[in-house]
Nanobody
């Protein structure tokens, strides 16, 4: 009964910007860590950015200084602002959230994925 819906992906030229959004809905009591992974065909999934409930952040070295993760706890939403995009950023981006449901159970949930394509 909990789902994460992603939006904001698309096609952009190198050097451009995109902002991804991921909104959680359902029987949610609280949300702990949230973040973003990405995966390109033939490549391993990699952690792009993560943010704790207290606002502490972590980034992959490849995106430091270019991407910024943030969250709006009132909206149960996590964002990924992507600037100075490079062709190597092309991938499907997946959001995740560690969610405590109203029943008391805790589980990691994943979004459906959104395609980001950066042209050169």
């Amino acid at each position: 009964q909990v789902q994460l819906v992603e939006s904001g992906g698309g096609l952009v030229q190198a050097g451009g910007s995109l902002r991804l959004s991921c909104a959680a809905s359902g029987s949610i009591f609280s949300i702990n860590d949230m973040g973003w992974y990405r995966q390109a065909p033939g490549n391993q999934r990699e952690l792009v950015a993560a943010i704790t409930s207290g606002g502490s952040t972590k980034y992959a070295d490849s995106v430091k200084g270019r991407f910024a993760i943030s969250r709006d706890n009132a909206k149960n939403t996590v964002y990924l602002q992507m600037n100075s995009l490079k062709p190597e950023d092309t991938a499907v981006y997946y959001c995740y959230a560690l969610i405590v449901r109203t029943s008391g159970s805790s589980r990691e949930h994943w979004g459906q994925g959104t395609q980001v394509t950066v042209s050169s």
